[in-house]
């Protein structure tokens, strides 16, 4: 709240539901106010600031007992005009609501809210098909809108389509991390990601994903994803190439 003027919450989403025997509550939305101070080493631009943000919490005996939080800071990097990574393939910008709307919360239909778990989750079994050499080994078509809505973190951005979806994260994801796998979304570098070369060490993902669905098929995906972190995992320290783009380079090994 010293950093950002002001500051307000604002959601987007807000879903919740049981899953394996808790009680979960699950938020997308943004921090948002007048950016004053630093953070983190970002540097204040004295101007609104959306600090996009998904978050996981687990409730028991009416208190949360776990919290899972990520924050977008690489797209609070680049509001704040410092890019530190080679150009996003997919557009870059604020995330709208689900529908392009702000709406309010709605009564909860159990029936259709399993009918959309059961879709994501057969969709999830068909990216677990590809067979490591071709996009058509993974039969995505049966389960999202021709238009649909991906948004992606700072770093790889948005995309309509699964074309879009294709050229802008997949494979260049699939191409980096060949192996990767669900559930602890683990995988080895294959190949550069980002601008970032190859390590061949395996790597962990932090990574939630919200979706709206439509007609019985998934038309909107938000995917908070701590590529800070990621990219920590593969040797490049986000912070200290901002440090460094701000005159403060390491001077020593």
């Not at 919490?57 to 704040?80: F, K, N, Y």
């Not at 995505?140 to 991906?150: E, M, N, S, V």
């Not at 992606?152 to 796998?181: N, Y």
């Not at 993902?205 to 995917?223: H, T």
Request: with cysteine; hydrophobic share 45%; aromatic share 10%.
């Amino acid at each position: 709240k010293r950093a950002l003027h002001h500051c307000s919450r604002a959601h987007a989403i807000v879903a919740a539901g049981a899953f394996n025997d808790a009680v979960m509550v699950a938020v997308m939305g943004h921090y948002r106010g007048t950016f004053t101070q630093d953070l983190v080493g970002i540097p204040a631009i004295h101007k609104p600031v959306w600090l996009r943000f998904g978050e996981i919490h687990r409730i028991a005996e009416g208190r949360i007992v776990e919290s899972w939080m990520l924050p977008d800071m690489l797209d609070l990097i680049r509001q704040a005009g410092i890019w530190p990574l080679a150009p996003s393939l997919g557009a870059e910008g604020m995330w709208p609501a689900p529908g392009g709307n702000a709406r309010a919360l709605s009564p909860v239909d159990a029936e259709a809210g399993s009918a959309s778990f059961d879709l994501v989750l057969a969709m999830h079994a068909a990216l677990g098909t590809f067979d490591g050499r071709t996009l058509e080994s993974m039969d995505l078509g049966p389960y999202w809108t021709p238009d649909f809505a991906w948004y992606g973190p700072a770093g790889i951005g948005t995309s309509f389509g699964l074309d879009g979806f294709r050229t802008v994260h997949q494979i260049p994801f699939l191409t980096a991390f060949p192996d990767r796998r669900g559930g602890q979304h683990v995988g080895r570098t294959g190949d550069g990601w980002l601008g970032v070369p190859a390590t061949g060490r395996p790597v962990g993902m932090r990574v939630m994903d919200f979706y709206r669905c439509e007609n019985g098929l998934i038309a909107e995906n938000w995917v908070p994803l701590d590529i800070v972190d990621l990219l920590r995992q593969m040797g490049y320290d986000i912070f200290a190439r901002l440090a460094h783009l701000r005159g403060h380079p390491r001077t020593s090994l």
